[in-house]
């Protein structure tokens, strides 16, 4: 089993940046592909970004390509979404999945998930 944690949301203006992080424990993640999603209130959850199980992969959404970026240290069982130039429409909570090897960007592949964190953006 595979226990996520994300930290790192809050509240923000428009134009600047948070990090996210999640934290996984119960056994190392270095076999998982990770991403995160995102769900707004009245909304779907969908796909944010996604790496690879090795980091060679990554892919975003094309709302927040250029914007965002997915990074993961293993060593420290964790993974970052380092969001730029926030806008009001990113506000949503935030969600880490993990599912093994191959990234995915529907949320119906992950079998992990972790409690969400919130992320609102002012304008």
């Known amino acids: 089993q595979v226990q996520l944690v994300e930290s790192g949301g809050g509240l923000v203006q428009a134009g600047g940046s948070l990090r996210l992080s999640c934290a996984a424990s119960?056994?190392?993640?270095?076999?998982?592909?990770m991403a995160w999603f995102r769900q707004a209130p009245g909304k779907e959850r969908e796909f944010v970004a996604a790496?690879?199980?090795?980091?060679?992969?990554?892919s975003y959404s094309d709302s927040v390509k250029g914007r965002v970026t997915i990074s993961r240290a293993d060593a420290k069982n964790t993974v970052y979404l380092q969001m730029n130039s926030l806008k009001p429409e990113d506000t949503a909570v935030y969600y880490c999945?993990?599912?093994?090897?191959?990234?995915?960007?529907?949320?119906?592949?992950?079998?992990?998930w972790g409690q969400g964190t919130q992320v609102t953006v002012s304008s």
């Open positions: 119960g056994r190392t993640v270095n076999s998982y592909a």
């Open positions: 790496i690879s199980w090795n980091g060679g992969i990554t």
């Open positions: 999945a993990a599912r093994i090897y191959y990234s995915s960007r529907y949320a119906s592949d992950y079998g992990y």
